[in-house]
């Protein structure tokens, strides 16, 4: 039976997206320090993110824009971005262990394993993936946002990412339907 673990990164920022990624890895995978993402360090996990690409069977990314975000609610497009990653997959999967309290329709048998992402391995593998990525686009948006802090605070509600709000104003990455930023509006 092919598995494929999945996870998501970012519901609960202000900006950006939310992100998902699907891992489908061998039988007798073994990494040392595989864990869910927020256990470990920035620098483990880019470490970590490279050696799951290089041994899985297969991995895949899937997102939800902010337009999603805003359009479907952070759920629905969660669960969209879910189903974007794993039909994303090179390989085809018999099941889907998915982080959480519910899994999407993927056209196949999926279970929610809450606390999945400290206990499956493939669940693990993902929220390493997905987090790394994030981070990644949340640091290269910096670049065009450089007053929001993204590139440290990854769009998250931090003090300082509020004052920005208020100072600078709401971003085009900014989710609109989230209170913090509907309230600028």
Request: proline share 6%; glycine share 8%.
């Amino acid at each position: 039976m092919i598995i494929a673990g999945v996870d998501e990164v970012g519901r609960g920022p202000l900006a950006g997206p939310v992100v998902t990624a699907a891992v489908v890895l061998p039988a007798k995978f073994d990494l040392p320090g595989l864990t869910d993402s927020k256990k470990l360090t920035h620098k483990k996990r880019e470490s970590l993110s490279i050696a799951i690409k290089e041994q899985a069977l297969a991995w895949s990314l899937g997102d939800a824009s902010v337009a999603e975000i805003d359009e479907l609610n952070i759920l629905q497009a969660t669960m969209l971005a879910m189903q974007r990653a794993v039909a994303g997959l090179a390989i085809d999967v018999d099941k889907v262990l998915v982080d959480g309290n519910r899994a999407p329709d993927f056209g196949i048998p999926a279970q929610a394993i809450i606390g999945g992402d400290g206990i499956e391995p493939s669940i693990s593998a993902a929220s390493i993936i997905a987090k790394v990525a994030r981070d990644q686009l949340m640091t290269a948006y910096a670049e065009s946002f450089p007053n929001y802090g993204f590139e440290r605070n990854s769009g998250y509600p931090t003090k300082q990412h509020r004052e920005a709000l208020l100072t600078f104003g709401i971003t085009p990455i900014h989710r609109r339907s989230f209170a913090p930023v509907k309230n600028l509006l």
